[in-house]
């Protein structure tokens, strides 16, 4: 079955520390990987994408992530948090053989000052 | 992203009324989409449209319809609302088969 996997429900982090949101996939064919961020009453926003190429993929906002085909994972990385990321994370991998993308449940991300 | 809208933005309706949702977007894609969210669950695919003439169901497209008027608008249908249609329904677009999707702001659908 095809599917994306986020362990955490909720990542505290402690503002100015480096946060680790965590993602894995299940799905068939070449992945094509997606980060979306989502502030409160706002819509989906676009982060980063991994098509192919070169496994730390840069983002918006200073987010980064890291593709490891071996763990099947795609690890949201910021390397110090601001309170302002606090927001629900989203994890999303295309699935060819559905012609669709696959969300992961979510993460809410808080930042503590 | 201002440039795919939904209205209404908050809608609250009775079991059994037929309710409309509607996406228009400005960003010239060919592709949109219909997606439900409920906490825990993530975002999950109701319908996707790749033209006017293309349609297609997803994931959970029981007790929901949609139309393609135009490139531009997308629009979704309850024929028939029941309270577990209760969420939040983000429309999306995108220009590519794999490509990033936008989304609009969301409707926040309540069915009592």
């Known amino acids: 079955a095809q599917s994306v996997a986020q362990p955490e429900d909720q990542v505290n982090v402690a503002e100015g520390n480096p946060l680790t949101v965590k993602c894995t996939y299940s799905?068939?064919?070449?992945?094509?990987l997606f980060w979306y961020v989502q502030y409160p009453n706002r819509g989906l926003q676009f982060l980063l994408k991994?098509?192919?190429?070169?496994?730390l993929v840069k983002g918006s906002y200073g987010f980064e992530a890291e593709f490891n085909k071996s763990q099947t994972s795609f690890h949201l990385k910021k390397p110090s948090a601001l309170v302002s990321d606090s927001a629900l994370y989203f994890c999303?991998?295309?699935?060819?053989?559905?012609?669709?993308?696959?969300f992961g449940a979510g993460t809410r991300l808080a930042v503590h000052p | 992203d201002a440039d795919v809208t939904q209205t209404p933005r908050n809608r609250i309706t009775k079991t059994g009324k037929r309710i409309m949702l509607e996406c228009s977007q400005t960003?010239?894609?060919?592709?949109m989409y219909w997606y439900r969210q409920d906490p825990g669950l993530g975002l999950r695919l109701i319908y996707y449209?790749?033209?006017?003439?293309?349609?297609n169901k997803g994931e959970i497209s029981d007790g929901y319809s949609v139309s393609r008027q135009a490139q531009a608008k997308f629009s979704l249908s309850l024929e028939s609302a029941i309270p577990n249609q209760t969420a939040l329904y983000f429309c999306?677009?995108?220009?590519?088969?794999?490509?990033?999707?936008?989304f609009g702001p969301g409707t926040r659908l309540t069915v009592l």
């Open positions: 449209s790749f033209d006017v003439k293309d349609i």
């Open positions: 999306a677009t995108s220009d590519l088969r794999v490509d990033t999707q936008y």
């Open positions: 960003k010239g894609h060919d592709r």
């Open positions: 999303a991998a295309f699935s060819g053989g559905y012609n669709k993308l696959i």
């Open positions: 991994y098509i192919t190429g070169d496994n």
């Open positions: 799905v068939s064919g070449n992945p094509y």
